[in-house]
């Protein structure tokens, strides 16, 4: 197994349980990847970001109830967006788009969506770009005031570089009249089908009072208690991938100290991204010899430790995959509430969210007279963001906090960061021909399944990345070849590669 986030850890935890003997990589000094819970210096929990558990999958909301047995309490979703002044629920409603509108500027979105609906029928746009789509389905006005910039923010380009594909399975919702129509719907009876795997209309959360990470914690636990012979590694850095034919027969790793330090919780990399020093070694090369291998580190890295035991053309596309990095700076308050809902989203602040953990259901990451925000700042490795020491970042982000009149600046206790080179991947214009590519390839190894958010670079959610984790343990189980299972299959819809 290689990586312990929580698509790892649900791999490792399946084949354990049906008795096969598990091995599990992981870099960090924890586990659970993003979904985990660190501590600061007085214990508080610090989420990677708010991870609430969805209920889209059955199944694995059954797993995910049965391994947090003692607490997994669900809340109704209670998230709001900051919108030309003013805080409405997000997703944005018809109403309140409309209502944050001048009526000129409400007859210009409307008009200019009215010519989209006629431009569909008689000469419809060709679906390149995320611009593209988001257009089609809003008007351009629309997009020019919300979309557009808040998406250049997060991802640092604008939407006419992310493919259209980004936008549809992201936001398939962006259809002025669904959004309409929806804003009459309440609650649950918001979702039509087709639309529950969309994660901004998931109105039930769930989250493990003691924080997300308690989920892998307790994975992790089991897959050790399943067998003696067992392992569950840390500070295992992989190194390299060795193959007999189309056969992986070992797997290389070097013992790496702790990524902790001067505030910074933690910082997410493979080893592999160019120019960036990441991992002090602690020790010489060590070596496992392996019959299959279940991988769920970020596709690059897997193609660059194959290195030439893939196709050159294999190895140039996996260099052209993209990452969005991630910095989550988490603040503890010496008061008991700071935010009036889960999440808060926004268009002008050094962060693009922020969240209390609290107000999720983890009501146990700190004392009842204390709370944690946590603040999402979406960035590039190396930049000033990147760069910046956990203080600098905490007293921005509190002053921003404190301009809103959530808090006082003084009432921070504790400032920390969480860093992940790969955050978000990038779908860029052009990104399912270098999938293609890479899924190609990958079907000469049958012992070698990969799958995850990184692994399969898909932009999911916990529930779907470990349904990707159970799904690659069962074919493994079931000895089938992968043309078998998968060989008809297309890479949008496949939970593993
Ligand atoms: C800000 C943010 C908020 C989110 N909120 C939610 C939410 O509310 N609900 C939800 O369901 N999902 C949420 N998600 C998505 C969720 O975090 C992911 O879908 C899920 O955690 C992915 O798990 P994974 O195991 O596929 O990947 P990861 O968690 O990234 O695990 C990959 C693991 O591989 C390890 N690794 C990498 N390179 C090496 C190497 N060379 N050697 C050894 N180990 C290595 C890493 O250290 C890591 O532990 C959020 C994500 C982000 C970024």
Known sequence: MLGGGICGLAAGFTLAEHGERVTLLEAQDFLGGLATTLRGATNAGYDFGPHAYHARNQRVLDMFKEIAS?????????????????????????????????????????????????????????????????????????????????????????????????????????????????????????????EHKYAPLVVQLYYPPKGAGLVSQRMADRIRAASPDNRVITRALVTGLELTGDRVSAVRYRRVASTAQDGQLCLIATGTEPGLETYRFEGAEERIECDRVVNTLPLPALFALLGDGVSPAAQRAARELRFRALTIVGLRFRKPKVLPAQSVYFQDKTFNRVSETRNYGGTEICPPDETVVLCDITCETGDAIWTATAADLGRRCARELAAEGFCREEDVAECVVLRSTTGYPVYLVGFEAVMQTLVDELMRFDDLVTGGRQGLYKYVDMDIASEMGITMAEHLLSGRTKREAIGAVPYEDRLFG
């Not at 060709?126 to 020019?144: C, F, H, N, P, R």
């Not at 640092?156 to 259209?164: C, D, E, F, V, Y």
């Open 70 to 194: 003692d607490g997994f309490p669900a809340r109704a979703k209670n998230v709001r967006i900051k919108f030309r002044g003013k805080y409405y629920k997000y997703p944005l409603e018809a109403m309140d788009i409309a209502r944050s509108m001048s009526p000129l500027l409400a007859a210009r979105a409307f008009f200019d969506y009215f010519i989209e609906v006629v431009r569909k029928r008689v000469r419809p746009r060709k679906m390149v770009s995320a611009e593209d789509w988001v257009i089609q389905g809003m008007g351009k006005t629309l997009y020019g005031m919300f979309f557009g910039p808040y998406t250049t923010k997060v991802w640092g380009i604008p939407p006419s570089q992310l493919a259209a594909s980004f936008a549809q399975h992201r936001i398939p919702q962006i259809n002025l009249w669904k959004v309409a129509v929806s804003s009459f719907r309440q609650g649950l009876d918001k979702i039509t089908e087709g």
